[in-house]
């Protein structure tokens, strides 16, 4: 079932005006290493700036949103967000519980980057290396970050 949802997805990119089936031929193969974030956190500024949204100091957050279905992404070293469409051969990979294992981690991916309307996509053929959470952000903002829990009402 969700395959067929994946594989839906794809096609409804490949049907996007000026989109055929040679653009997606023109992916690049790249190896990438930064952190998979969340990236409704990452880009909203919900829970803070840049730096409170990564490592140990996001890393619960990052699991509820991946688990709820937030897309996940490749924060890369070059400071560029990679969304990621699908990770090695698992369909279901672009989010939700299947990215629980690296959450905040930091790894290799190898794949291929389209990049269309100044967003950039990863197909990821395989994680390479997985670090691990390497971001000790907790020491700055704690575990939770305190702007992030709501002030009762009185």
């Keep these: 079932m969700q395959r067929g949802l994946i594989s839906a ?9 000026g989109a055929s089936a040679q653009a997606a031929q023109e992916g690049e193969r790249v190896t990438i290493r930064g952190e998979a974030i969340d990236t409704w956190c990452y880009f909203s500024g919900v829970m803070g700036g840049p730096d409170a949204v990564v490592g140990s100091a996001h ?9 709820g279905g937030i897309p996940v992404g490749l924060l890369g070293e070059d ?20 990215q629980l294992s690296i959450a905040s981690h930091v790894i290799t991916a190898d794949g291929m980057l389209y990049q269309r309307d100044g967003i950039n996509y990863i197909v990821v053929s395989k994680v390479v290396a997985d670090e691990d959470i390497q971001a000790m952000t907790h020491e700055d903002f704690g575990p939770i970050p305190g702007f992030a829990i709501p002030k009762p009402k009185n």
Excluded: R
């Design 9 to 17: 997805a794809v096609t409804a990119f490949l049907s996007l005006p």
């Design 59 to 67: 890393h619960t957050c990052a699991l509820w949103c991946s688990a």
């Design 79 to 98: 400071g560029q967000v990679y969304m990621v469409l699908k990770i090695e051969d698992d369909a279901t990979s672009n989010g939700g519980d299947t």
